[in-house]
């Protein structure tokens, strides 16, 4: 049975990865009454200066139906199914617009709830692959990775209260007060919602506070960056330092956590 893979923009997918037979929905950035597709319309430098050379945040939305019904158009003639791994259920509407398109598909759809973003979603495709080369049926495979067999520890930093500001996500005097302390809250995915972990006086203390949180992990760990690799590679060294056999990579995060946290943001992701 062939089975297409498909997930969204928000997913980190791995340079030199096996890509084969995975299907990427672009996400839209909303700003200004334009839409961009991302990873399409917008390069990341472009997205960071349209981030930090307004007064208003951009939004994210869920993929056109237009363009999931395109795809799955597509995949009907080449797939006997699809396996839709998508962004946590509960910071967008990706889910419920692919769950309804789905609907009107000629071939069965099966939706897999992250729970999260980036690398984890990827990882998630990775082991259903293992999976499916096992034999499972594609059915099984789609709940096996909705149950609570993976799940991935995560902390994420938050750079820029700014930003949080114009998204209305903290008041004016919540925004006062932790500029003038220079506060960092720590975010984290829990059960597929951001909360706050921590709020943490000075980005050094901030750094130190994610790596005591950080759980070391057989598979790979990702410290995954808004726009500033050089952090994330000082963050990664760090980690090597106190775990010296943890595999440890670098990449980027999808702009989501850049509107919610500012360039220079960045997450710590590991398999629990």
């Known amino acids: 049975m062939k089975i297409a893979w498909v997930t969204d923009s928000s ?10 037979h995975i299907h990427v929905l672009p996400l839209q950035i909303n700003h200004e009454n334009k839409s961009y597709k991302d990873g399409i319309d917008l390069t990341p ?33 080449s797939y006997d199914v699809i396996i839709a791994v998508l962004i946590s259920n509960k910071i967008s509407g990706t889910f419920a617009t692919v769950a309804s398109v789905a609907q009107n598909a000629k071939i069965p759809v099966h939706l897999v709830d992250s729970k999260i973003i980036s690398w984890p979603l990827y990882d998630l495709i990775d082991q259903g692959r293992i999976l499916a080369s096992k034999g499972v049926e594609p059915k099984e495979i789609a709940d096996t990775l909705n149950s609570d067999d993976y799940t991935y520890n ?3 930093f938050v750079a820029d209260l700014q930003q949080l500001l114009k998204g ?31 709020k943490i006086r000075t980005r050094k203390k901030s750094f130190v506070q994610m790596i005591d949180d950080f759980v070391p992990s057989d598979s790979e760990a990702w410290v995954l960056h808004c726009g500033d690799e050089e952090t994330a590679i000082i963050i990664q060294q760090m980690i090597i330092t ?10 980027e995060l ?10 220079g943001s960045f997450a710590i992701v590991s398999k629990t």
Do not use: C, M, W
Request: aromatic share 8%.
């Open 11 to 20: 997913a980190l997918i791995p340079l030199n990865a096996n890509t084969e």
């Open 45 to 77: 430098s472009d997205f960071y200066q349209l981030l930090n050379n307004s007064d208003t945040s951009p939004k994210t939305s869920q993929p056109t139906v237009f363009d999931i019904e395109n795809l799955f158009q597509k995949l009907e003639a």
């Open 154 to 156: 995560n902390r994420i």
């Open 168 to 198: 209305g996500r903290i008041s004016k005097v919540g925004f006062l007060i932790g500029n003038i302390l220079k506060i960092h809250p720590i975010l984290q995915f829990k059960d597929g919602s951001i909360e706050v972990v921590h």
């Open 242 to 251: 106190r775990y010296p056999n943890q595999v440890v990579k670098v990449g």
């Open 254 to 263: 999808s702009p989501i956590i850049a509107i919610h946290g500012g360039q």
